[in-house]
């Protein structure tokens, strides 16, 4: 599985933890379907779920009169997923993480949820220096 197709299956099991409160393994095998469990899309997944407290204080930080709970959801997600990929995975290159965060904002969320999610982990992403 390409990690374009993992990341944005990591925004919809994200979504599910989020809304219905499903767990990861349940919501993970709902995104894949009948597909087999790819390594990049469980680590994801699991990763942000077991540092969720870590990864939202971290976006709390960079919000500038708003709240984590008055974001979308989806953009919340993305955010969550793009944070965990900056803090605790080496393996992306930063600048990596930030853009394909961006392109799935841009398909996912709503006309300026690219530029939102850009400025976040940017932020993010220049505390990290």
Excluded at 21 to 27: S, T
Excluded at 54 to 71: A, G, V
Aim: glycine share 6%.
């Amino acid at each position: 599985m390409k990690r374009r197709i993992a990341r944005e299956k990591a925004l919809q099991a994200m979504y599910q933890i989020d809304i219905s409160e499903a767990n990861p393994a349940e919501a993970l095998e709902n995104v894949l379907e009948d597909e087999k469990p790819d390594e990049f899309l469980q680590g994801l997944v699991e990763g942000t779920t077991a540092n969720l407290q870590q990864i939202d204080q971290e976006i709390s930080k960079h919000l500038e009169r708003w709240s984590i709970d008055r974001l979308a959801k989806v953009d919340v997600n993305i955010l969550r997923l793009g944070v965990y990929e900056l803090l605790f995975n080496e393996d992306v290159p930063q600048n990596v993480v930030i853009n394909e965060a961006i392109e799935i904002a841009k398909i996912y969320g709503d006309e300026k949820s690219g530029k939102f999610v850009n400025g976040i982990l940017s932020k993010v992403k220049g505390e990290e220096k």
